[in-house]
């Protein structure tokens, strides 16, 4: 199923926030730093030079993932999320070929990101892209990341 793939725009911003506090409910717990960055995407992703991109059929929004900025050509690939009618059909592997397509096209350095080993499906699908692990640093930003990846571009 191939779908269509957009750039943010204030009118799905609630499907943003909805998408990922419905995962992370589902997989770990919701932070308040969650709760505040998915309220607010367009300040905390879009405005400091970040991307935000939906899956979208019709008008129905799928699936959705961000690129935000981390350092010098390099971005966090997060807050990937799809329908849980949805999963399975390949919308994530779609949001992120799209995320490392139009990374190549900016001429971005690499992409970053964290996750949890126990999303195992997830893993697999990020080494299938061509992340490979790096050490965790100890301040990681998020609490229940217990893996960091990266993708030289």
Known sequence: MAVNVIPF????????????????????????FDKEVLSHPDKYIIEPGGHI??????????????????????????KMAVLPNQRGKKIGQQ????????????KFKKL???????????????RKYGFVELELEPDSPYNRSNIKMELAL
């Open 9 to 32: 725009q204030q009118r799905y911003a609630r499907d943003f926030y909805e998408l990922n506090i419905e995962w992370l409910e589902t997989y770990f717990y919701v932070e308040d």
């Open 53 to 78: 991109f939906f899956a979208i059929e019709g008008d129905k929004i799928l699936g959705t993932v961000a690129l935000m900025p981390y350092a010098e050509g390099v971005f966090e690939l997060t």
């Open 95 to 106: 949001l992120m070929q799209y995320c490392i397509d139009f990374s190549i096209g900016q």
């Open 112 to 126: 970053i990101l964290y996750s949890n080993t126990k999303l195992e499906n997830a893993i697999y699908i990020y």
